[in-house]
């Protein structure tokens, strides 16, 4: 086990890079470019909540799957914005090469897995890899269109792409998506879309968790993580690792309960777990939290606050093996980001190794042991090395 779980960890790690890939499009408040880790959380959330669309053979999970892959191959191939002049064949040979590579750093099942499913995207034949792509053109039109203070030159490509680019395609597609950015545009239709727009509030308001800065930095030292893309890479964990739950669970349900469980952070903000919190302050939090939970999820329409105000509910009581697993596999990751970047948070917070056992080890062999058996055995070479053993 010791070698396949090394290799799934070098794949995880490695995934990490894509959070430097930054893309044209701009974050909704327009602060700054979007990058492609996050993108791929946006467009999981995108497909989740407008899983009413999809043709009813879609499949919806793996269409979350193949989100959470899209984007990989951009680590070594880049991102190339659909207005640039490049040399498309050019670019689809250095996918196809980033693809074999970065799938391959997986034990082989699950890497000829993962890469059929990117393939299966690329290839855009299936009905789960059709609705997946039209998500994946919708996004970034919605995110510019709802900007706070899109740049002109953008809108002028959303305008191209929607008159005879790619997301033209979409008019027969997905036509209530079309024709609302087409209305954005100041071409107004006349097709009902309400079904779609009483859905893109909480998806423009849980965008901001792309804002929501946490105490962990990113693997390479460069900034520290947010909360959308820690998600991302969150989903990335709790599939990858997914075999070794204590009890069965539900893989798609815990991909799901990860890619809500930091939304609250919009209004509520980050808790670091080596913050020290009086009883009164955590109250206080989980109070603000609660409150957060109202208001986004009660964005959506009744049956789907109900269903996804439901798995984040379960996620906080950590009570099912979904949950605890969830959990469990939720402090793993900022564990190896900080080994990676040399200490990060721990130095932030002076810790020690005790106290990673009793704030993170308890909590992840709860749902995963060995998976806390490999991190420990890791990390603690660090510790000792820095005098906190």
């Known amino acids: 086990m010791s070698d396949r779980i090394r290799a799934q960890f070098a794949f995880l790690l490695e995934a990490d890079r894509l959070r430097g890939i930054e893309r044209q499009n701009l974050i909704l408040d327009c602060s700054r470019r979007e990058n492609s880790a996050e993108h791929s959380w946006h467009l999981a959330l995108y497909a989740l909540v407008l899983a009413p669309f999809a043709a009813p053979e879609v499949e919806i999970s793996r269409v979350i799957q193949m989100l959470l892959l899209h984007d990989l191959v951009e680590i070594d191939a880049g991102d190339h914005p659909i207005s640039d002049d490049v040399d498309w064949g050019a670019v689809e040979q250095a996918e196809k090469a980033a693809a074999k590579r970065l799938f391959g750093l997986l034990p082989e099942d699950q890497g000829n897995a993962l890469h059929t499913l990117w393939h299966e995207f690329e290839q855009a034949e299936s009905a789960d890899a059709r609705f997946a792509k039209q998500l994946d053109h919708c996004q970034p039109i919605f995110q510019t269109l709802y900007g706070a203070d899109p740049v002109p030159e953008h809108i002028e490509v959303v305008r191209g792409n929607l008159f005879g680019g790619r997301a033209a395609a979409l008019k027969e597609t997905f036509p209530q998506a079309y024709d609302h950015a087409v209305d954005l545009l100041g071409h107004a239709r006349d097709r009902d879309v309400s079904e779609l727009t009483i859905r893109l509030p909480f998806l423009n308001a849980a965008e901001a968790l792309k804002t929501i800065v946490r105490a962990t930095w990113l693997g390479d030292g460069s900034r520290a993580e947010n909360s959308a893309e820690h998600s991302w890479h969150i989903m990335l964990y709790g599939w990858i690792l997914g075999e070794y739950a204590v009890q069965p669970i539900d893989t798609t349900r815990v991909i799901n309960m990860l890619l809500l469980h930091d939304i609250v952070e919009v209004d509520a903000g980050d808790t670091p777990i080596h913050g020290a919190l009086s009883p009164e ?70 810790v020690s190794l005790a106290q990673l056992d009793s704030r993170v080890g308890v909590k992840v062999t709860r749902g995963a042991p060995a998976v806390w058996d490999h991190v420990r055995a890791e990390v603690t070479p660090w510790f000792e090395e820095n005098g906190r053993a």
Not at 291 to 302: E, I, N, S, Y
Not at 322 to 333: E, G, H, L, P, T
């Open 281 to 350: 302050a955590l109250a206080e939090q989980e109070a603000l939290e609660q409150a957060a939970a109202d208001r986004l999820f009660g964005l959506l329409p009744k049956s789907q606050d109900i269903e996804f105000r439901g798995l984040w509910d379960e996620f906080e009581s950590a009570e099912t093996a979904d949950a605890v697993f969830a959990k469990s596999i939720d402090r793993v990751q900022p564990v190896l980001l900080n080994l990676l970047n040399g200490g990060g948070s721990w130095l932030d917070y002076d």
